[in-house]
């Protein structure tokens, strides 16, 4: 019944992506995104001066944002997964704007944290139905439903940690077996 938790997630991912044009910016959206531009240029180049030289504006002239204070302090994964949806969906492929196309990676690690969610709670012994529930009172939340689209550290990292939670449990479960 594992699939159940994986038409939830594409369900939320297509729900949430339908959406993506309305949300507009948030606040602190910059400067996580010129965070993920720095690491996917690291990871793409194997360039170190992309992680050590952040106020460079020579290095970083071609990113749409420069250098902002802060979200260095944050850990990088979500933010190079949303600048690399942004650079296959908008600079490469030209299929959506830049920020929208950004947006999109954050709906990604979302909906991970969807399918987690019904997959944590089926293995602590929730009937189908009730982790169905459980996983849809999570997803349409509206703190979750609605920072799902437009930041790139709460709602990714809560994901992950379920996603970590799900995995550790379920690798308890089977060493015990």
Do not use: C
Not at 85 to 101: C, N, P, Q, R, Y
Not at 104 to 130: C, K, P, Q, R
Not at 147 to 156: Q, T, Y
Request: glycine residues 6%; negative net charge.
């Amino acid at each position: 019944m594992k699939h159940i938790g994986f038409i939830l997630a594409i369900s939320v991912f297509i729900f949430q992506a339908m959406m993506v044009p309305l949300v507009g910016m948030s606040w602190d959206e910059p400067s996580s995104f010129f965070m993920g531009r720095a690491n996917l240029k690291f990871w793409m180049t194997g360039n170190r001066a992309y992680l050590n030289d952040l106020r460079n504006k020579t290095l970083f002239a071609d990113s749409p944002i420069q250098y902002i204070y802060g979200e260095d302090l944050y850990p990088p994964f979500a933010f190079l997964v949303s600048s690399f949806t942004s650079f296959v969906l908008a600079e490469k492929t030209h299929i959506l704007s830049v920020w929208d196309a950004h947006h999109v990676g954050e709906i990604f690690l979302g909906s991970i944290g969807v399918w987690a969610m019904y997959g944590l709670a089926v293995e602590v012994g929730l009937s189908v139905w009730i982790a169905s529930g459980v996983t849809l009172v999570y997803a349409l939340y509206p703190t979750i439903a609605d920072l799902m689209r437009n930041d790139a550290k709460d709602v990714p990292l809560v994901s992950l940690l379920i996603a970590s939670s799900y995995n550790l449990f379920d690798i308890n479960q089977a060493s015990e077996s």
